[in-house]
């Protein structure tokens, strides 16, 4: 059985939409928390950075546990987790109950994304189900944004958002498989039986360090622009929420963009150039003094964001077919994204608004050159992907390499005299057409 698999993509995509909603609600849950609770801003942000780490430290422990233990065996446990979580949170206005609430809610969506990425990793697209999760969320968290300024005040609307999420992808969870393997890939393979050790070493932990700090950037003006459209741009809650709405809405074209155009132009260009240009819509949003130049640095850099995530995402599923580098890489991610909302809250805080889109936006151009490296290394830039080996009787443990031009060999026939096994022992080892070239498995 081969490595990847086509089992439906469907509960993973509710599982990533459950995971990843938690950080997409992040500024209006700060900015809530702050507003409904005593709390300061740099507490509030402080409190949306301890439910991340939390997410993130759910990821690093579960890495190389989801073959033993079992994919919908850990999805459960997390939606039940984050039912849990965030609805005492949301039910509760004492701030040891929430920041409580909050950590046990951030371990549950941490988990489902643990799940998400690995069972994403053990595709045969990659890329497609990561761009169909982005989309789910995107689309969710714009719903919410549009819908919560108009149901009334108070911290606990968007937490009962990410609980109620969870409870309704429950369901999902009776599609993915009780033994080992994340999403099917390995479940002909013994629960015992370990999985082979870890490639890329080296190229993996530079894309984990990466993510991490391209996380760290993009979160920490993330966490505090709710407070830059209500404080420095003078605009109400409610137009803050329509241009986040729009803001995410323009995401989903993005991720559509991208899903269209997916590997054929490889990943090098897409991360390396998009986080530049990312880079020049936090400095436009964080100097943003009204609201046309807080809606475009907003909106432009949303479109662009989900965009290069994605292709981020996938970089590190077509490290392992395992799904170990893609929990790695976005636990590490996730790592950043709880160190966010602290890190913009006491750099808005020592130097202003501007100051920091500055300070973020210099730290992204520096990380854009490792992260192009990494995706020149391990795909080798623009490629057209044909169909993947399948070899009967185990997984494909090595990278295959791509072949950019492909040379027709004439074929040689030698008879042998002992007797021939029966053809259906044997299935075909490569693409039949002379014109197609395998590839490396494509977040």
Do not use: K
Not at 224 to 229: F, L, M, T
Not at 326 to 339: I, K, P, Q, Y
Not at 418 to 441: K, V, Y
């Amino acid at each position: 059985m081969s490595a990847r698999t086509t089992a439906p993509s469907w509960p993973l995509v509710a599982l990533f939409t459950a995971g990843y909603l938690a950080p997409y609600l992040l500024p209006t849950t700060v900015g809530r928390l702050d507003a409904a609770l005593p709390l300061s801003a740099t507490q509030a942000g402080a409190v949306g950075s301890l439910l991340l780490l939390s997410s993130a430290a759910a990821g690093f422990a579960l890495a190389s546990r989801i073959h033993r233990l079992g994919a919908r065996r850990l999805a459960r446990a997390g939606l039940l987790l984050a039912v849990l979580g965030y609805g005492t949170a949301a039910l509760s206005t004492s701030v040891p109950v929430v920041i409580a609430g909050a950590l046990v809610g951030g371990l549950g969506s941490g988990t489902a994304t643990t799940v998400a990425a690995a069972g994403t990793a053990a595709r045969r697209d990659p890329h497609r189900t990561t761009t169909l999760g982005l989309l789910s969320v995107s689309a969710l968290a714009a719903t919410v944004y549009l819908t919560v300024p108009h149901l009334g005040p108070g911290h606990g609307l968007p937490l009962a958002a990410v609980a109620l999420t969870a409870a309704l992808v429950w369901p999902a969870t009776a599609q993915l498989p009780t033994g080992s393997g994340a999403a099917g890939a390995t479940a002909h393979r013994p629960a015992a039986t370990p999985p082979p050790p870890l490639p890329y070493r080296r190229p993996g932990l530079v894309l984990a360090a990466a993510m991490l700090c391209w996380s760290l950037a993009q979160n920490s003006l993330w966490g505090v622009s709710s407070h830059i459209g209500t404080r420095q741009a003078g605009l109400g809650e409610a137009t803050v929420g329509v241009v986040f709405a729009a803001a995410l809405g323009a995401g989903l074209l993005g991720v559509l963009c991208a899903g269209a155009l997916g590997p054929r132009i490889g990943r090098a260009l897409p991360v390396g150039a998009g986080t530049v240009l990312i880079a020049v819509c936090i400095v436009v949003s964080a100097g943003a003094d009204g609201l046309t130049s807080f809606a475009v640095g907003e909106i432009a850099w949303n479109a662009l964001y989900p965009v290069v995530l994605s292709y981020l995402i996938s970089l590190a599923a077509s490290l392992d077919p395992h799904g170990r580098w893609a929990v790695l890489a976005g636990s590490a991610s996730s790592l950043g994204t709880a160190c966010g909302p602290l890190a913009g809250s006491l750099l808005s805080a020592a130097a202003g608004y501007p100051a920091m889109g500055w300070v973020l936006a210099t730290a992204l151009l520096l990380l854009a050159v490792p992260l192009a490296a990494v995706a020149v290394r391990t795909t080798g830039g623009p490629v057209l992907r044909g169909p993947e080996p399948v070899l009967r009787g185990g997984p494909v443990e090595q990278p295959v390499h791509q072949v950019q031009h492909p040379v027709e060999q004439p074929v040689v026939e030698i008879t042998v005299d002992h007797p021939q096994p029966a053809r259906q022992e044997f299935d075909t080892a490569g693409p039949q057409n002379s014109g197609t070239s395998p590839s490396a498995p494509a977040p």
